[in-house]
Nanobody, 124 residues
Framework: QVQLVESGGGLVQAGGSLRLSCAAS????????MGWFRQAPGREREFVAA????????YYADSVKGRFTISRDNVKNTVYLQMNSLRPEDTAVYYC?????????????????WGQGTQVTVSS
């Protein structure tokens, strides 16, 4: 069983930055890829970024490439999402997820544990 707890969301002006954190419980954190997804009101959940078990390989949605950075600390069992140059269209609930595999995947079906989400609101 893996529990994921996100933090770091909030209200920020366009152009600003936020850093999301996701603390994971359980012994398998360092063996699993991790991902971030988001869901805006009235829209389906979408992939944002993923990182493999080692932290050496990352993958991003085109909409955030060059602005967001995913990283992980396998000692602290924590994954991060640094979000820069935020835009109003980045407003959503952001979810951390633990994958069933060790490599990066953008498919939500590849994740079997999810956090409760943290709200990010970007004002124009």
């Amino acid at each position: 069983q893996v529990q994921l707890v996100e933090s770091g969301g909030g209200l920020v002006q366009a152009g600003g930055s936020l850093r999301l954190s996701c603390a994971a419980s359980g012994r398998t954190f360092s063996y699993r890829a991790m991902g971030w997804f988001r869901q805006a009101p009235g829209r389906e959940r979408e992939f944002v970024a993923a990182i493999d078990y080692s932290g050496r390989s990352t993958y991003y949605a085109d909409s955030v490439k060059g602005r967001f950075t995913i990283s992980r600390d396998n000692v602290k069992n924590t994954v991060y999402l640094q979000m820069n140059s935020l835009r109003p269209e980045d407003t959503a609930v952001y979810y951390c997820a633990s994958a069933t595999v060790s490599f990066t995947t953008a498919q939500a079906t590849g994740y079997n544990y999810w956090g409760q989400g943290t709200q990010v609101t970007v004002s124009s």
